[in-house]
């Protein structure tokens, strides 16, 4: 098993490089099959979910030629055919070949997919959007087959905001897509899809308007900075930095984490594509309420939640996307943290000295969290399962490391 052993308590100044989008990237490499040529994409992450992906494509007999942060992937070779359960459940992005298969070939059969047991997570406005498209769907339990002797544009509501709905709808090309989720992830697949030579228009905002082309060919394209990871980092800054310089990132992408660290207190410089970040010397209280793009991102709710436990007073987090994305909690309060969560709601009481003990990293982001109180805590915080931690972040050691942190990741 591996394991995260950090001490804490170590000021943290320099610079952190950000990495590509996972959650763009997720989408980028399973819409490259759309191309009818190469396709090449850079800035890619070396996470274990971009891993995971290439097994797949690779798995269906695609040509893929990997050099660092760079992919080429040559779709041309690739044979449709059921992606098997192990692979597909490796992870949630699998999903993305539902969409991207189905658009090709009129043909998908995989399994349900895998990713952070955050909630339930269905997939059923995906799946209803292939429908209006033309697509028949059947299951039987886990094993999805969507079948099209045509696909046929068409308007899509979806009845929630899904960034997964959204993608997967656009790569089966509807025509219209009402209530599409606004994440920077979308415009970047849209880009991906009109370097290619697709027709779509309004990706960033609520209608995606998509026109029907006849073929779509190789293309070169480049990931955006996640801002996941560069809001973690900036958290991480907030709580230990001292002058902390967040890099490679585009500021806007952050604008909802970076106005909630102004008003706590923290001290944030912003540049064009970088922000400097330093700890106060107190935080005030405040309310986070977790929102579609361009709202706070429930993906950095939880490592937000550590800063929380340092502020002094009562402060709110309201998780509105995932109905399980509180596994961190009984984590931080075993830390010594002071957090109360009643339904969908925690209510955190500081500040609190956190103190390093074993945790759990019940997924990716709750693993982030962990991550950042043990940087805070008093003592050595030994972090399991953190398996979860490098599916979705580049070099994350190593990154800490170089700023100062004390972190070793261990065999046990
Ligand atoms: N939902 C449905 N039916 C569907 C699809 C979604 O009810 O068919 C619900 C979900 O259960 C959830 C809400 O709609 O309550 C929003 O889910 P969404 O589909 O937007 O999320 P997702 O596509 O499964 C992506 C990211 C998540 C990120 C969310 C929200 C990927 C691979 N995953 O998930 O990232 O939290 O959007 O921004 O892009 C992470 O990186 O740690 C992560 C979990």
């Known amino acids: 098993m591996k394991v995260l052993e950090i001490t804490g308590g170590k000021e943290l100044t320099g610079t952190i490089r950000v990495s590509g989008s996972k959650n763009s990237c ?170 290619m030579g697709a027709k779509i228009r309004g990706a960033g905002t609520n209608r995606v308007v998509i026109e029907g082309v006849d073929e779509l060919s190789g293309c070169f394209h480049e990931v955006i900075p996640d801002r996941i990871e560069a809001g973690t980092y900036s958290i991480i800054g907030a709580l230990i930095g001292n002058n902390l310089k967040i890099d490679n990132i585009i500021p806007e992408h952050i604008e909802s984490l970076t106005s909630k660290l102004l008003e706590v207190g923290v001290d944030v410089e912003l540049g064009d594509d970088y922000l400097v970040v330093s700890k106060p010397k107190k935080f005030r209280p405040t309310k986070i309420k977790t929102l579609g793009y361009p709202g706070f991102p429930t993906d950095l709710q939880q490592p937000f939640t550590v800063l929380l436990t340092q502020c002094e007073g009562k402060s709110k987090v309201v998780e509105t996307i995932f109905e399980n994305r509180f596994m961190h909690i009984p984590y931080l309060n075993k830390m010594g ?46 972090i399991t399962n953190i398996e979860h931690i490098l599916r979705g972040y580049e070099d994350i050691v190593e990154k800490l490391n170089k700023v100062g942190a004390k972190i070793t990741l261990k065999e046990i």
């Open 26 to 195: 997720v989408a980028l490499i399973p819409a490259a099959i759309l191309a009818d040529g190469n396709v090449t994409i850079c800035n890619v992450p070396e996470i274990t979910d971009t891993d995971a992906l290439s097994e797949i494509l690779e798995y269906l007999g695609a040509g893929i030629k990997r050099d660092k942060e760079r992919i080429e992937i040559d779709p041309t070779t690739l044979k449709n055919k059921a992606i098997p359960e192990r692979i597909s459940k490796k992870l949630r992005a699998s999903y993305y070949f539902m969409g991207s298969l189905l658009g090709k070939y009129k043909h998908v059969e995989m399994y349900f997919p895998g990713g952070c047991s955050i909630g339930e997570r269905p997939i059923n406005l995906h799946l209803k959007g292939f429908e209006s498209l033309g697509a028949t769907v059947s299951n039987d339990g886990d094993k999805f087959v969507v079948d099209a002797k045509e696909l046929h544009g068409a308007n899509i509501y979806l009845d929630i905001a899904s960034v997964g709905a959204t993608i997967n709808i656009m790569l089966a090309a509807a025509r219209v897509i009402d209530n599409a989720a606004q994440e920077p992830e979308i415009v970047n697949v849209a880009t991906f899809l009109n370097n």
């Open 337 to 382: 943290a002071n957090i109360q969560v009643e339904n969908m709601e925690a209510t955190v009481s500081g500040p609190t000295e956190l103190k390093g003990c074993e945790v759990e990293a019940t997924d990716l982001r709750a693993g982030a969290c962990m991550v950042a109180a043990a940087l805070i805590a008093d003592g050595v915080t030994v």
